[in-house]
């Protein structure tokens, strides 16, 4: 599965930006999905993931209530509405899936598949 993230770039904190991962040539309604980010100088750290019924979502504290992970309507893409952004969002976002992944998980050793990233800037 070959995934493609898109939607980063560059915005005042406060502001908001929607990243898409989309998947080349198929369908992503089997699969888990989650979104991670690292910033420079930083581990790779969990962001949000949905499991691949869409019913159950996981974030981490620090963007809850302003972050939320959604399917496309035709499964083939998984949205992250990213609002009220801090200069601490401030890093590369990937997106990752799993194979039938039921629960919303947050180890990225879990994941098979991995987005190549897209960048998300905050100006203060």
């Known amino acids: 599965v070959q995934l493609q993230a898109s939607g980063g770039g560059l915005v005042q904190a406060g502001g908001s930006l929607r990243l898409s991962c989309a998947a080349s040539?198929?369908?992503?309604?089997?699969?888990?999905l989650g979104w991670f980010r690292q910033a420079p100088g930083k581990e790779r750290e969990f962001v949000a993931a949905?499991?691949?019924?869409?019913?159950?979502?996981a974030y981490v504290d620090s963007v809850k209530g302003r972050f939320t992970i959604s399917r496309g309507n035709a499964k083939k893409t998984v949205y992250l509405q990213m609002n009220s952004l801090k200069p601490e969002d401030m890093a590369v976002y990937y997106c990752?899936?799993?194979?039938?992944?039921?629960?919303?998980?947050?180890?990225?050793?879990?994941?098979?598949?991995w987005g190549q990233g897209t960048l998300v800037t905050v100006s203060s």
């Open positions: 990752a899936a799993r194979p039938f992944g039921g629960v919303a998980e947050t180890a990225a050793t879990k994941y098979d598949y």
């Open positions: 040539g198929r369908t992503l309604s089997s699969y888990g």
């Open positions: 949905i499991n691949w019924i869409g019913g159950s979502t």
